[in-house]
């Protein structure tokens, strides 16, 4: 008998909005956008507080989301989806800005801290656990002001071309987690 791959959710973190489209925070949404554009992905459900589609990549079923509620805000929807679609944490990948590495590193974990992102901590409060499998796409420190005035500003133009890359090496990466592995993924990609 076949063994029925489980399915996966993909939850890219950012906040709604046209207003928030081009900023930093908003990576994870760009991530599951370059996604949802390779595999023929349409993002057309908006219930759960999420914004997400149903496909296939590398042979396993999975769920394109985007929470429509704000980064701080995430846990709700990834429990709503998690709920909906019977999905236990350890089938989740959040893919999330992170500051503290430098544009366009790339660093995948099965488990671990917050790292200051409240997005991240949303979710680990959420399901009462660190062991939530993360994509951190990075993003830079901040060059001045603060975090949140940092995190809610677009690339510059030179740091634009950095992540274009690094949002396609993402999805690359997101590929190879569904299709190896999380080892494999981690040994391939992490910067």
Known sequence: MTQVPELHIIL????PGAEYAA????????????????????LRRERLKANYGRGRIAGHAVVLAKPLTFVNLSGDAALR????FRVKVHNFLVVLD??????????????????????LRS???????????RLRV????PQEG?????????FDEN?????????????????????????????????
């Open 12 to 15: 890219g973190l950012g906040n």
């Open 23 to 42: 900023t930093k925070h908003n990576v994870g949404w760009m991530v599951i956008d370059e996604l949802a554009q390779r595999h023929g992905i349409e």
């Open 81 to 84: 989806l998690a709920f909906f």
């Open 98 to 119: 992170d500051m503290n590495l430098p544009p366009g590193t790339l660093r995948l974990r099965a488990s671990g801290s917050d790292g200051g992102h409240k997005g």
């Open 123 to 133: 979710i680990i409060e959420t399901f009462g656990t660190t062991e939530v499998p």
């Open 138 to 141: 990075g993003i830079g420190p």
């Open 146 to 154: 603060d975090a949140v005035q940092w995190v809610l500003s677009p």
């Open 159 to 191: 740091t634009q071309p950095i992540m274009a890359a690094a949002i396609k090496t993402a999805a690359d990466c997101v590929e190879t987690y569904l299709a190896e592995g999380l080892e494999v993924a981690m040994q391939r990609y992490n910067g």
